[in-house]
């Protein structure tokens, strides 16, 4: 059987046994697409780590052709997660294929946490209106909180 009619049977799955939402199977289909136009339409035991290799280099190196940017390492993963599940799935429905444990995602890279400054805190602290019972309650917990 081949990728493409396996993968619209994973979106069927995923809406019909697994009631996931319509944007997680917009977004499955989105990432499915991608890997599918990468590796064509293959039987599924063809997918090996060399193929999952290739499609993390050309992720890497692929171009939103709206932004005009590379694709983040966090996009990158879902990606990946998302033919991770496709994997898991077959795998469930006895179809040969590489075996999802073999799926790694990338080490995101953390954005730093941010701070307010000083103006900004006391900004904050002196938003709520203190003339009422919320107000006071709302500066009581910034103030915790700060």
């Known amino acids: 059987m081949l990728l493409s009619k396996l993968i619209t049977d994973f979106l069927e799955y995923l809406e019909l046994k697994r009631n996931a939402s319509q944007l997680t199977i917009r977004n499955y289909d989105h990432y499915l697409k991608r890997f599918l136009e990468f590796a064509k ?17 050309y992720l ?53 946490a941010k701070v307010l400054d000083n103006n900004q805190l006391e900004s904050l602290l002196n938003a709520p209106d203190t003339a009422k019972k919320e107000g006071l309650r709302d500066k009581a917990i910034l103030e915790t909180l700060g």
């Open 60 to 112: 890497s190196r692929y171009t939103d052709p709206k932004t005009g940017k590379i694709l983040k390492t966090v996009t990158r993963n879902y990606f990946m997660i998302a033919l991770r599940a496709f994997l898991r799935y077959l795998a469930r429905i006895d179809i040969p294929s590489l075996s999802y444990k073999r799926v790694e995602l990338e080490e995101a890279e953390r954005s730093p």
């Open 41 to 57: 339409d293959i039987d599924p035991k063809d997918i090996d780590l060399n193929l999952i290799r290739k499609y993390r280099r």
